[in-house]
Structures are given as C-alpha cells and as structure tokens.
C-alpha cells in the first residue's frame, strides 16, 4: 500500500478540542502516521502527493442506519407513510430480490455514499442474498457493519420474506462467521432483527444471547411510528424501548433507528443503558414519521448519530442533508442555539463512531487512527464567502455532497478528482436499470396471476 501525503489543506480534525489545523497529513499503510506542518522532507521517495491548497480535509462520515438493499427501488414508494411504505411496496420489492439484483443494488448504495464522502456505513440487509451485499461491500472498499435482516413474524408478509426462527437464526450465525472481520475488520457483522413487530419474543432473546457470545452489534427500528408503536403495546403491553428492555436487550451493544415516538421513561432507558439511537431527519420528515427529540436526548446524555436510512425513504443518502435538516429541525422548538453545527458535525462524524464502538480508530484524524477521510473542495458560488467564516458552520450549512472531491478509506482512494476507483460508474448505473426494470417486471406478473 502506497503512502500518501495531503498536503497545504485545511485539516478539521473532529479531536477532542476540535482543533483546526492548516498542513499535512501523511497516509502510511491504512493509518494517519502523522499531522504537521511541511511534512514533505518525512515522507519516502515515490510518495503520492496530493495538494490540497483552498481544500478542506474531514474525518469520513459514518452513517448508522443504512439499508444497501433498498437502493435499487428510489422512486418506487413515494409519499406514503411507514406501514403502507413496508407492506405495499418495500416487503414486496424486498421479497422479489436475487442475487444479482441485491449486489446492483448495494453497488449503487455504495457509490453514492463514496461520493458524498461517507466511508463508514451501518447497514440492514434484506432477508435472503446477503453474501451478495457483502461481496459488494468487500469489492468496493466501504467499512461497514452490516446483517441479514431477521423477520419471523407478520400476517402481511410476503412468503419469502417471512422466516423460521432456528433458519433466521443460523443464516446469521453463518453469516457472521463469514464475513465479521473481513479484510483486518473493515467488514463486521451485526444481528438485524427488523422491528419488534416482525419478530417474535423467542427471535429477540436469542439475538440478545448471540450478540453478548460474539459481541457484536444489534441493529433495529424502534417507534419510528405511531401505528407501529400501538401495535407493539397491543401486543406486549408496553411500548417498543420499555419493551426491549423488558427483554434484555437495551444495553451498550443496541443502536435503535428513529426514536421518534419515546416516552419519558423510554429516553431514560436509552441514556441510563447506553443504547445507541440513529436520527434520521429526511426519512422521517418524508414518510410523515415525525421528528424525534433529538435536543432533549443530546442534553439528557444521550449518543445520536446520524443515517440517511434508504434511498426509497429519502431519495438520497446524503449525509451533508442529513446534518443540514438535524440542525434545522429543533430550532422552531428551543431556538436557534439548541443544535450548533458544531454538534451536528459531531454527530455525523465521532459520534458514528462511538455507536459503532469504534471511536479509537475512526471518527476524527488524530494520528495511530484509522485513514478514513474525504477532501472537500469548498471554493464554489454556494459556499463563499469564506474569509471570517466559521469552517464548521461551512460544512454544515453550505456544503453539499457534490463538493467531495477525493474519498479515501482505509488508507486506500477508492475516489480522486470524482474519478470512482473501485467500480466503473457508467457500468453500475445501467446494472441498476436492468435489474429494477427485471424485478418490477416480475411483481407486475406476480400480482396478474393473482
């Protein structure tokens, strides 16, 4: 692996005393091996040099709640609420997926995460052709985190999508055996349980017990809507937090998607129990969830990271829209001092990675740390002027995905001058047409012979 050296850039390291340090950083085997000033004379012959003067250079963005599977379908399931989302078009498209379709579909995922400058990704598969996903994830050099998800409960169901418990269970366990530490970890596994809806008590506990034997991550949706909440109390008495903990799982190892629908009780839960929640505004703005109290989470102690969810939810899985409508969205409520950007940037970049448990090798550009960062070309119409101008309020504010302009994970550029590395562009954006063109295809044949 080659070393690098950026050099002349604008350096927003996300450290502890969020230092902003105008230098260079050198790049040797997958680690920052150091960060100064005029470090040209450190680094050996045949170094690649890039220059990044009137750049800014950023830790890699690190969204926690993904789904890769869902990519192929942007446009498919537009303006309806979350239950009618799932049951008449996502369960549906999800259950029509093969191999191919599912691989498409997490390419195109990761070529616009990539783009826009995430390098780190938590992500829920679909039920069946995971390995698909992962090969993609592996090919095309994301980090990621990312399962199979698990549903064994449903009358809605499609029947491909609606598993036996032990067959859920071991494809898992398979799974992860597989995949969990792939190439030095950049690739780990977690357990996806769906939401407590679609999955029975004995599926959760088990989870719980798989998780603390492996230690690894549980991923899943909790009260991203009211409807599915009432049916959650329907069934168990209590609401979907108070539930989980009910259960055992509510611990340092769970990162919950949404929140939005928490009782008082159920925020303490989260913060008293470590458990981890993804906020994901532009989802739950465009499928009328609702908006989470991410304020009083934040000021109660709380860890909130950030995730576009999926692309059919949002349309895009852009993280600099994300931190844009996080920062917006509770200022009506509590002011226009209640979500710095400063805070937002947190929540897009270290505090990913502390709901990861990855906080000492990602997250922020500290020497010994993982190398996974993106440069930002901030010289535009949109982003100027930039004399006086706070570089964080920059980001946060004017900034946009198409601003990204080199993206290196693991030591590696997998983008330079917008030029993809790892995949042919052209020849992924015609295989997502082919494959939604087949799987569409296929569901309007499905329902006629019905």
Known sequence: METILIKNAEIVTMNEKMDIIYGD????????????????????????????????VL?????????????????????????????????????????????????????????????????????????????????????????????DLGEDLPPPLLENTNTSIEESVRLLEKWHGFDHNRIQYAFCPRFVVSCTEELLTRVRDLSAEYNVLVHTHASENEGEVSIVEARHGMKNVEYLDHIGLANERLVLAHCIWLNDNEKRIIRDKKVKMTHCPGSNLKLASGIADVHGLTKDGASVSLGADGAPCNNTMDMFQEMKLAALLPKPYYGPASMPAEEVLKMATIRGAEALGLEHEIGSLEEGKKADLFLLDLNTFHSYPSETVDPVSRIVYSASARDVETTIIDGKIVMENREMKTMDKNSVLQASNTAVQRLVSHLAHTVQER
């Open 25 to 56: 950083i050198v790049i040797e085997q997958n680690k920052i091996a150091k960060i100064g000033n005029d470090l040209t004379n450190v680094v050996p012959p045949g170094t690649k040099v890039i220059d990044a003067e009137g750049k800014t």
């Open 59 to 151: 830790p890699g963005f690190i969204q926690t709640h993904i789904h890769l599977c869902q990519t192929l379908f942007r446009g498919q399931a537009d303006d309806m609420e979350l239950l009618d989302w799932l049951k008449k078009k996502m369960w549906p498209l999800e259950a029509a997926h093969d191999w191919d379709s599912l691989y498409r579909s997490a390419k195109l995922g990761i070529g616009e995460l990539i783009e826009g400058g995430t390098t780190t990704i938590m992500d829920m598969e679909t039920v069946h052709h995971t390995d698909a996903a992962f090969e993609a994830m592996a090919e095309t050099g994301i980090r990621a985190l990312s399962g199979k998800v698990m549903m």
